[in-house]
């Protein structure tokens, strides 16, 4: 009997499904991934594919919302009430770097797929799971900013979007920054993640103690 027939539990075949799947859409893009191609790379047969997910779209859509659900599990003792406002976001910061890079292939093709005019009609249902954590993001600095951690007057969702979209850059092109002569990249996410927040949570204004420094 060949592997592609073996018999898999529930749990573990949607596992490796997944696991397949999101290689097989990253190498391929949404349009070039084909379920026999899923199958061959998770070592099951194609009614195994379907036994599961109703077709290739649910199947993708079940990629995104599974790297999804694991960032909401990361910020659960991130964005806790009770922590202050420099110290959750750069937890925040950090959670979303590293959850980054653990579904590095279901990341590069949401950033390369959004772009694409084929997945317009998806596209929708992607951007909802995704704002699910964006979301979390903006109620909690909203919330902080009604407890006086934060300053009334800034505008959460383009704070929100300033911490998504500096992750997002970095972890594209750290390599290609690393590089560039000034730009004294180590790749260091947690120092990364700090300079951010500070530069987000204090501005680039000067502080009195700068002048104290030799």
């Keep these: ?67 999804v659900a694991d960032f909401t599990k990361r910020l659960e003792h991130v964005l806790a009430p009770d922590l202050d406002g420099p110290q959750a976001l750069e937890g925040f910061q950090l959670e979303h770097l590293r959850h980054l890079r653990s579904h590095r292939q279901v990341a590069r093709l ?38 006086g951690r ?9 704070a929100a979007l300033m911490m998504f979209a500096v992750n997002a850059f970095y972890f594209q092109h750290a390599d290609d920054l690393a590089r560039l002569p000034a730009a004294n990249i180590d790749g260091n996410d947690e120092g990364f993640a700090r300079a951010v927040i500070d530069i987000l949570y204090d501005g680039l204004a000067p ?6 420094r030799s």
């Design 110 to 147: 949401i950033m390369r797929e959004l772009q694409d005019p084929a997945l317009e009609r998806r596209k929708p249902l992607i951007m909802e799971l995704l704002s699910t954590n964006y979301t979390r993001l903006v109620r909690f600095i909203e919330q902080s900013q009604a407890s």
């Design 150 to 158: 934060l300053r009334e007057s800034l505008d959460p969702n383009v």
């Design 1 to 67: 009997m060949s592997s592609s027939n073996a018999p898999v539990s529930a749990s573990s075949g949607r596992s490796r499904l997944l696991d397949a799947a999101a290689a097989e859409f990253s190498a391929s893009g949404y349009a070039g991934a084909s379920i026999a191609a899923i199958a061959r790379r998770a070592a099951v047969s194609k009614s195994t594919v379907f036994h599961h997910f109703e077709s290739k779209e649910d199947l993708y859509l079940a990629v995104i919302g599974e790297a």
């Design 207 to 212: 502080r009195e103690s700068d002048g104290d």
